[in-house]
């Protein structure tokens, strides 16, 4: 099992922060599906004020570029993606139409 921890900020603007929620309380089943299929084993997101975190844990044989390439072939997952820009927003250091970014792990209690 692999674990990854990425990053994203929701537009500052509560009304889009709470509808953005209310999509993830009910995510499209072909977007689980895509998850799923992708090799990612679980997901969870947190937030604070608008800002978003994401824990990945996924098979051992999962890749982020597999995972983009099967997300480009994918129209249900496009349109999502193009939904979810409504209410995202990129950190300030992330490349040009980069959404969540990889955290770097700094502490870990047990190796």
Same mark, same amino acid.
């Given at each position: 099992?692999?674990?990854?921890?990425?990053?994203?900020?929701?537009?500052?603007?509560?009304?889009?922060?709470?509808?953005?929620?209310?999509?993830?309380?009910?995510?499209?089943?072909?977007?689980?599906?895509?998850?799923?299929?992708?090799?990612?084993?679980?997901?969870?997101?947190?937030?604070?004020?608008?800002?978003?975190?994401?824990?990945?844990?996924?098979?051992?044989?999962?890749?982020?570029?597999? =995972?983009?390439?099967?997300?480009?072939? &994918? !129209? /249900?997952?496009? @349109?999502?993606?193009?939904? +979810?820009? =409504?209410?995202?927003?990129?950190?300030? &250091? !992330? /490349?040009?139409? @980069?959404?969540?970014?990889? +955290?770097?792990?700094?502490?870990?209690?047990?190796?």
């Amino acid at each position: 099992m692999k674990r990854y921890c990425l990053a994203l900020d929701l537009k500052d603007d509560a009304e889009l922060i709470a509808e953005y929620e209310e999509y993830h309380r009910s995510v499209w089943p072909e977007i689980k599906k895509s998850i799923t299929d992708s090799g990612i084993t679980d997901m969870e997101i947190h937030r604070f004020d608008n800002h978003l975190f994401m824990i990945m844990e996924t098979s051992d044989d999962f890749s982020f570029d597999r =995972k983009a390439a099967m997300d480009s072939d &994918n !129209a /249900k997952v496009q @349109e999502w993606e193009t939904l +979810m820009w =409504k209410f995202q927003q990129p950190l300030k &250091n !992330a /490349k040009p139409g @980069e959404k969540w970014v990889m +955290m770097d792990r700094i502490f870990k209690l047990i190796e």
